[in-house]
Structures are given as structure tokens and as C-alpha cells.
């Protein structure tokens, strides 16, 4: 059983930063590309950040870039999303999402999914 767990979601200004986690097995956390997506209330689930590590390229949303920053700590086996200068826009539920490393990003090619946790910015 693959499991997921997100944390570091909360509420924040407009302007501030906040940091998630999503943790998973050191086998999970291997053999799978580890990424984000986000969906807001009314609108499809969109990706935000994501590796092709066979490609060596990391990919980010529009809306995003030069804000955001994914990592990852091979020795936690958990990725990070840094979100920088939040915008209203950014609230959104934020899934941790893994795809097999051979596939691109999309919401068909994730092959797991964790709970979701919400990200609420104020303006």
C-alpha cells in the first residue's frame, strides 16, 4: 500500500510563504517521480511542480514559476513545496502526487494521490 502524507498547509497573508511536506515509503520515494498539483474550489485539479528525472527537468506551472520551489531529502524520502510571495489565486486544496518515471505530468498519468491539504491565502 503506497501511502502519501501531506502536511504544512494553514492560512497565510497575501505575500507570505509557506512550506509542504509529503512523506512516503524509501521505496515509493524511488522508484516514482514526486510531485504537486492543486485544486480550487470550482476548478479542475491543476499540476504546479513536478521532476521528469529521466529527463533531468524539473517543471513548473505558469502561475507559479519563480515563486514556487520543489525539492526533495532523500534521506527523509519526502519532497517539499516552498511557496513564496502567496497570492489569493494560490488557495487551494495541495496533493502530493506520484507518477511512474517514464510518463510526463498530467492528473491520468498519476498512479497515487495523498489526502490533500488546504492552503488558504488572504488578501
Known amino acids: 500500500q503506497v501511502q502519501l502524507v501531506e502536511s504544512g498547509g494553514g492560512l497565510v497573508q497575501a505575500g507570505g510563504s509557506l512550506r509542504l511536506a509529503c512523506a512516503t515509503s524509501g521505496r515509493t520515494f524511488s522508484t516514482y517521480d514526486m510531485g504537486w498539483f492543486r485544486q480550487a474550489p470550482g476548478k479542475e485539479r491543476e499540476f504546479v511542480a513536478g521532476?521528469?528525472?529521466?529527463?533531468?527537468?524539473?517543471y513548473y506551472a505558469d502561475s507559479v514559476k519563480g515563486r514556487f520551489t520543489i525539492s526533495r531529502d532523500n534521506a527523509k524520502n519526502t519532497v517539499y513545496l516552498q511557496m513564496n510571495s502567496l497570492k489569493p489565486e494560490d488557495t487551494a486544496l495541495y496533493y502530493c502526487?506520484?507518477?511512474?518515471?517514464?510518463?510526463?505530468?498530467?492528473?491520468?498519468?498519476?498512479?497515487?494521490w495523498g489526502q490533500g491539504t488546504q492552503v488558504t491565502v488572504s488578501s
Open positions: 521532476p521528469r528525472r529521466i529527463a533531468g527537468i524539473t
Open positions: 502526487a506520484a507518477k511512474e518515471i517514464r510518463r510526463n505530468w498530467s492528473n491520468e498519468n498519476v498512479n497515487y
